[in-house]
C-alpha cells in the first residue's frame, strides 16, 4: 500500500499545475491501494469526499510539498476514521467486572481471552476466566490449558450443555472468590448464524457484562465490516482486538470494525503466544497501514531533537537487527533529554503505549532512569550481548539485582521489557533509513 500511495503521490509532484483532474486522479489512485489493503469501500469513498474538502488545491501548487500535503491528508483521514469519538469502558481494580468476548469460531477468542487476563494480571488485576463455549468440541479443554499455564484460575464444565447456564455459575462463582476482572469467552460458529446471535443475547443477559469485547481476524478482507455489524446489532459491542496482525493481512478491516461498531480498537493480537498482545495506538497503526512504518515519521522528528552525530552508529546498528541492552540504555538516554515530546514516543516503534501511556509520563520517566540504574550494574558483556537467554540465568539476574539495590522482580521486568523492544526493533533489520527530510524511502 505504501508504495503504491507514495507512487501516486510522486506523480503529483511532476505536474506543476495541479488541478481538478490531477487531484481526482491522484485520489483514485489511493482508493485502489487502499481497497487492497481491505479498508472497506464505503469508508474509501467517505475518504476521498472528505480530502477533496480539506485538501486546498492551491496549497498543492508549485513550490509547496505536495506529497507531503496530501499524505498528511490521507494520514489524518485515517486516523479519523479510528476514533470513534469515545474511549472504551475503564476497568477499575477492585471494582467485579465482567468482560464478554464475542467473535466467530477461529477469530481468536480463547487465545486471547487468556492473554487479556495474562495482561491485566501484571497491571495488578485478579482475572478469571468463564468458559461458555459448549459448541467446539474440546474448547473448555483449550481454555483450561491455556489458563493453567497462565495461572489464572477459570471455570467450565464437561457436562453441562447450555453455555447460558455455565456463564452463569461462572460469574456467580467468581464474583463470591473476589475476581475484579471476570472474563467471559463465548463460542463461534463458522458463519454468521442467527442461533449464535440468540447465544450471544442470552450470554449478555445473564451475565450483564461492562464490557463486550469483539474479536475479529484481521484477515478477513471486506468481509468485516458486515461481521461487525452483525455482533453489534445483537448485543451492545464496546471494544474490538483485532488478532493475527502477525500474518499478512494489512489491517484495514479495523477501519470496518470500528464503524460497524463505533467503538474503539483497544489492542492487537500479534502471535498465538500468550505475550504477543499490545495495546492499540491510533497513529503507529495508521503508519503500518500506510507502509510509511512507524519508522518515518520518527526518523523525521528524532532527527530533530537527538544530535546527529550521535545517530548514524546506532541506527546503524538497527539496521543490522542486533539490538542490545547498550542500544536500549541509548535510547532511553536519549528519551530522557528530549523532555516531554510526547509526539515523538508516540512514533518510536514499540515505546509508545506501553512504556509511556499517555498522561503519566511522570511515572514511566522514573521507570526508565530505575531501569538505567540498573544496567549500570551489569557487565559489557551482558550490555553487548545479543543473545536474550542469557537473561534466563537466575544467579546473573540476582547480581545484578544485588548491585543495583533491586528487587529481583524489577530486573526481570527490565529485561522483559528489554525482549519486547528487542523484538519490535529486529522488524527493522535490512531496512533502508530514510535521511531527514527524504521521504522518498516511504
Ligand atoms: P476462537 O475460536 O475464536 O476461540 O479462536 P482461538 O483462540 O481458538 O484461535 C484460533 C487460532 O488462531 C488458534 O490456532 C490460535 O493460536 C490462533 N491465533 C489467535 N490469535 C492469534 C494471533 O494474534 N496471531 C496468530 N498468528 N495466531 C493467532
Ligand atoms: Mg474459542
Not at 31 to 54: E, G, M, Y
Not at 261 to 268: C, D, N, R, W
Request: aromatic content about 8%; hydrophobic content about 40%.
Amino acid at each position: 500500500l505504501g508504495g503504491k500511495i507514495s507512487a501516486a503521490l510522486q506523480k503529483m509532484n511532476n505536474v506543476t499545475v495541479i488541478d481538478q483532474k490531477a487531484l481526482q486522479e491522484c485520489i483514485n489512485e489511493i482508493n485502489r491501494a487502499l481497497l487492497q489493503s481491505d479498508v472497506s469501500f464505503k469508508l474509501v469513498q467517505s475518504l476521498a469526499t472528505n480530502i477533496k474538502k480539506t485538501v486546498d488545491p492551491s496549497d498543492l501548487a508549485a513550490g509547496h510539498n505536495k506529497r507531503k500535503i496530501m499524505q498528511q491528508a490521507v494520514f489524518n483521514e485515517l486516523c479519523g476514521l479510528l476514533d470513534p469519538g469515545k474511549p472504551s469502558y475503564t476497568l477499575k481494580k477492585g471494582k467485579q467486572c465482567v468482560v464478554m468476548f464475542v467473535g466467530l469460531q477461529g477469530s481468536g477468542k480463547t487465545t486471547t481471552c487468556t492473554k487479556y487476563a495474562h495482561y491485566h494480571r501484571k497491571k495488578g488485576f485478579k482475572p478469571s476466566l468463564v468458559c461458555a463455549d459448549t459448541f467446539r468440541a474440546g474448547a473448555f479443554d483449550q481454555l483450561k490449558q491455556n489458563a493453567t499455564k497462565a495461572n489464572i484460575p477459570f471455570y467450565g464444565s464437561y457436562t453441562e450443555t447450555d453455555p447460558v447456564v455455565i456463564a452463569q455459575l461462572g460469574v456467580e462463582k467468581f464474583k463470591k472468590e473476589g475476581s475484579d476482572l471476570i472474563i467471559v469467552d463465548t463460542s463461534g460458529r463458522h458463519k454468521q448464524e442467527a442461533s449464535l446471535f440468540e447465544e450471544m443475547r442470552q450470554v449478555s443477559e445473564v451475565t450483564k457484562p461492562d464490557l463486550i469485547i469483539f474479536v475479529m481476524d484481521s484477515s478477513i478482507g471486506q468481509a468485516a465490516f458486515d461481521q461487525a455489524q452483525a455482533f453489534k446489532q445483537s448485543v451492545p459491542v464496546g471494544a474490538v482486538i483485532i488478532t493475527k496482525m502477525d500474518g499478512h493481512a494489512k489491517g484495514g478491516g479495523a477501519l470496518s470494525a470500528v464503524a460497524a461498531t463505533k467503538s474503539p480498537v483497544i489492542y492487537l493480537g500479534t502471535g498465538e503466544h500468550m505475550d504477543e498482545f499490545e495495546p492499540f495506538d491510533v497513529k503507529p497503526f495508521v503508519s503500518r497501514l500506510l507502509g510509511m512504518g512507524d519508522w518515518s515519521g520518527f526518523m523525521d522528528k528524532i532527527h530533530d531533537v537527538v544530535p546527529m552525530d550521535q545517530q548514524p552508529e546506532l541506527l546503524q546498528k538497527l539496521s543490522e537487527g542486533s539490538f542490545t541492552l547498550r542500544i536500549m540504555y541509548e535510547q532511553f538516554q536519549n528519551i530522557l533529554k528530549m523532555g516531554p515530546l510526547n509526539q515523538v514516543f508516540s512514533m518510536i516503534p514499540g515505546f509508545s503505549a506501553e512504556l509511556m501511556p499517555k498522561g503519566r509520563e511522570k511515572e514511566s520517566q522514573a521507570r526508565i532512569k530505575k531501569f538505567m540504574v540498573m544496567m549500570d550494574s551489569m557487565t559489557n558483556a551482558e550490555l553487548d550481548s545479543t543473545n536474550p537467554k542469557l537473561f534466563s540465568e537466575p544467579s546473573r539476574i540476582n547480581r545484578i539485582a544485588r548491585g543495583s539495590g533491586h528487587r529481583v522482580q524489577d530486573v526481570q521486568e527490565m529485561i522483559d521489557e528489554y525482549k519486547r523492544l528487542s523484538k519490535v526493533w529486529s522488524k527493522m533489520k535490512g531496512l533502508k533509513i530514510p535521511k531527514k527530510g527524504d521521504m522518498s524511502a516511504l
